[in-house]
């Protein structure tokens, strides 16, 4: 199943960089929390990813989940669009 995600927040499109087309959730729940939008995908009701995003509508972090629990890459960008850093977060290797 391919899913098409668009969201419009302050005005303007939220610049998620990442191709949602190929993603395969069933739900998503966007909240606004602490003046920041967090938007979180959901496949089967486990999260598989979670984005935190500027004012600016630009994306400040993303992390990525296997079976609910934080795993894989996770990005940090900073309000103007730059990538900051990136790791791999390795929890089943733990």
């Known amino acids: 199943m391919k899913n098409k995600l668009k969201l419009i927040l302050w005005g303007k499109n939220l610049n998620i960089p990442m191709n949602f087309d190929n993603l395969d959730f069933n739900t998503y729940k966007l909240e606004y929390i602490y003046k ?32 609910g629990k934080i795993d894989g890459m996770q990005y940090w960008w900073r309000e103007n669009g730059e990538l900051v850093s990136m790791w791999e977060y390795n929890f089943y290797k733990i």
């Open 36 to 67: 920041q939008y967090k938007l979180s995908l959901y496949k089967n009701n486990i999260i598989i990813k979670k984005f935190t995003f500027y004012k600016n509508g630009n994306v400040f972090n993303q992390y990525n989940f296997i079976n």
